[in-house]
């Protein structure tokens, strides 16, 4: 009797779940419920080089990316796009055409997240392979030299450049869209205004998801997020941030987007992202910053979602609305 009392004493605490870290709320669909209760510890501190270590970035980089490419191998299980390999402006990228795509002008230029020292155009295909089988567009998925190794004038160069090759190999800027997401939402902003800066034109259209607009520790949901936010911390983030930008250099427009002037012209624009997200606050003041100088932007939010929330939760209600959004987006705003 005595062992049995043990056993009942000891078998709630073994058959008890584990308690999400994040509030999970009864509003977000069933999928979205039980995928945030996975989440069961505050975000692990990673410990990330020092700004300038490029060999422990490089060791950094190596362990992430053994981590993705399996979703990317999925991907290309699930999807069956081609992909070619190639470099565009002296760049490297990923060619994606999604099944049964036929010859045409429109472009999807993609600059994939990854805090802009991390991950790689391969081990983030999943995004571009939803992207292109969701839209029906070719997807140019760039390759771009991550920080340390690059800063943000190399890194925001990249992609202007890959948009002017796609141009010089018939793509007109009507026809050529580009999409991002965390870093790589701050990067295609940026790269847009660099090319109108220099009076390049623009692209016809932005989409971004979750992106990371401001790279310094701003805004109110720094502070009303900072322990809501399921992936990350900004004191995770930083060592990034400043692999990328010299914290003097960090409130320039071409690192964080948030601090431009948009009254000189910008495309039209779609903004994609959670309310569990550290970088809300980015999402309002970008979309402000380019309503208020008389843009054209949609703040497209999504209840109880956490960060790039599309592609784990691309099955979900909430993943099909907003592919859905960037599909329709898209299709009025890229021409044949």
């Keep these: 009797m005595r062992h049995l009392a043990l056993v009942l004493l000891v078998l709630p605490a073994i058959a008890e779940e584990p308690k999400p870290y994040v509030h999970v709320p009864d509003t977000i669909s069933k999928e979205a419920q039980e995928y945030l209760r996975k ?60 099944k049964g795509w036929t010859p045409n002008r429109r472009v999807l230029v993609y600059a994939h997240g990854g805090a802009y020292a991390l991950f790689s155009a391969r081990s983030t295909l999943g995004n571009a392979i939803l992207a292109a089988d969701t839209t029906g567009l070719r997807v140019i998925s760039v390759d ?14 990249q992609l202007v450049a890959v948009i002017q090759a796609l141009k010089e190999e018939g793509h007109p800027l009507a026809s050529i869209a ?33 992106p990371w607009a401001d790279v310094t520790d701003s805004g109110d949901s720094a502070v009303t997020l900072r322990d809501a936010e399921p992936f990350y911390t900004y004191a995770q983030l ?18 964080s987007p948030v601090y431009a002037d948009f009254s000189k012209g910008f495309p ?69």
């Design 268 to 336: 039209p624009t779609l903004i994609q992202g959670g309310t569990k997200e550290l970088f809300l606050s980015h999402f309002v003041r970008l979309y402000r910053a380019i309503d208020g100088a008389g843009g054209a932007a949609t703040l497209d939010l999504y209840d109880g979602m956490p960060h790039v929330f599309q592609v784990p939760l691309a099955d979900a209600p909430e993943g099909k609305a907003a592919w859905k959004k960037m599909r329709e987006f898209l299709a009025r705003n890229v021409a044949e």
């Design 178 to 210: 580009v999409y991002g997401d965390s870093a790589g939402g701050g990067l295609a902003a940026a790269a847009a205004l660099k090319m109108r800066d220099k009076g390049l034109g623009m692209p016809a259209a932005l989409v971004l998801q979750s």
């Design 238 to 255: 930083k060592p990034c941030a400043d692999a990328y930008a010299d914290p003097k250099d960090q409130k320039n427009p071409y690192v």
């Design 144 to 157: 771009y030299t991550v920080a340390p190794e690059a800063k943000w004038p190399q890194v925001t160069d």
């Design 39 to 98: 989440f069961t510890a505050p975000p692990e501190t990673l410990s990330l080089p020092t700004p300038d270590d490029v060999a422990g970035w490089k060791r950094a980089r190596e362990g992430l990316e053994a981590w993705g490419l399996p979703a990317s191998e999925a991907a290309i299980q699930r999807y069956a796009p081609q992909i070619d390999e190639r470099e565009l402006g002296g760049v490297k990228v990923l060619d994606i055409k999604p």
